[in-house]
Every structure is written in C-alpha cells, then in structure tokens.
Nanobody, 129 residues
Framework: QVQLIESGGGLVQAGGSLRLTCAAS????????RAWFRQAPGKEREFVAI????????RYADSVKGRFTISRDNAENTVYLQMNVLKPEDTAVYYC??????????????????????WGQGTQVTVSS
C-alpha cells in the first residue's frame, strides 16, 4: 500500500501561485502514475491532473489547463502540482492519489475518484478575491 502525504497548501490572493507536494512511501513509487484531485465544500471530488510513471504523459482537467503543471521526481518519491494564476474557484482541499491495483509501468485506468485506492489526507488551498 502506498502512503501519500500532501503539503504546500495555504491562503493566496487571486492571481497568485502555490506549489503542492505529494511525498510517497511504500510501494515502488516510480512505477505508477500519480494524480491530484480536489474537493470543494458541498461538491464531489474532482480530477485535476495526472502524470504517468515516467513523467512522459500528463492530463489535466479543462478548468486548470494552462495554469497548473504536474511533475514528478522519482528519485525523491515526490509529485508536485505547480498552480499559477489561481482563481477563487480553485479553493478546495487538494488530494494526492494513486492506484496500487494496476500493473507497474501501466498508464492510468481512469480519471475518476473510484479509479484510485490510495489517498493522502489532503491540503487546503484557499484563494481570496
């Protein structure tokens, strides 16, 4: 089982930037894709971004495309989410996710929350207008 720990959240003004970090331990981190989701109050958890095990493939939600960048450092067992030009509607708890059920070196099986079985505790991002 993969253990995931997020950090880097905080309060920022609209137009500002934050970088989230997801540290992983346990299973061979470098062999699996990693994703970021977010959940705002009263809303369902939604997909934000994902990166393949090699870092060569990424996918973003339309709402963050061009503003957010996902990256990974397999030597450090870490995934990052660089968030620029933040908007009030980006306010949410951000979660790092992984799927420990897929074969290593696989592309992701899906981009919905049920497609992932390992989650961090989340980090709060608040964007003020």
């Amino acid at each position: 089982q993969v253990q995931l720990i997020e950090s880097g959240g905080g309060l920022v003004q609209a137009g500002g930037s934050l970088r989230l970090t997801c540290a992983a331990s346990g299973r061979a981190f470098s062999n699996y894709p990693r994703a970021w989701f977010r959940q705002a109050p009263g809303k369902e958890r939604e997909f934000v971004a994902i990166i393949s095990w090699s870092g060569g493939s990424t996918r973003y939600a339309d709402s963050v495309k061009g503003r957010f960048t996902i990256s990974r450092d397999n030597a450090e067992n870490t995934v990052y989410l660089q968030m620029n030009v933040l908007k009030p509607e980006d306010t949410a708890v951000y979660y790092c996710a992984a799927d420990s059920r897929i074969p290593p070196h696989s592309l992701w099986s899906g981009l919905s929350a049920p497609d992932f079985d390992s989650w961090g505790q989340g980090t709060q991002v608040t964007v003020s207008s």
